[in-house]
């Protein structure tokens, strides 16, 4: 599975920017679907994700509230909504497929494919 994610930019706290991130495989719709984030300096961290069917999702409490995650089957798309932007989510978010499982997962262990990061930078 190829992953692409894109949508990343410069925005002012307080914005709100979408992260797509699209899937080679014909098979996207049995994947369990996350997004990471990694700040300068730091490791990389989960952010949220989303099962198979949709019918679960897990956010990170830094997130919570403010990010949200959704996928479209037709597109082969998964998105992350993030709105209220503050600076400290500024980082390189990557999206990763799990092919196995059913609960959305948290852990990069859990993951089995990753796509290059997109940049989001929050400016106070």
């Known amino acids: 599975v190829q992953l692409q994610a894109y949508g990343g930019g410069l925005v002012q706290a307080g914005g709100s920017l979408r992260l797509s991130c699209a899937a080679s495989?014909?098979?996207?719709?049995?994947?369990?679907m996350a997004w990471f984030r990694q700040a300068p300096g730091k490791e990389r961290e989960f952010v949220a994700s989303?099962?198979?069917?949709?019918?679960?999702?897990a956010y990170a409490d830094a997130v919570k509230d403010r990010f949200t995650i959704s996928r479209d089957g037709a597109k082969n798309t998964v998105y992350l909504q993030m709105n209220s932007l503050k600076p400290e989510d500024t980082a390189v978010y990557y999206c990763?497929?799990?092919?196995?499982?059913?609960?959305?997962?948290?852990?990069?262990?859990?993951?089995?494919?990753w796509g290059k990061g997109t940049l989001v930078t929050v400016s106070s």
């Open positions: 990763a497929a799990r092919g196995s499982g059913y609960y959305a997962p948290r852990r990069e262990s859990d993951m089995d494919y």
């Open positions: 495989s014909r098979t996207f719709s049995s994947y369990q």
């Open positions: 989303i099962n198979w069917v949709g019918a679960d999702t």
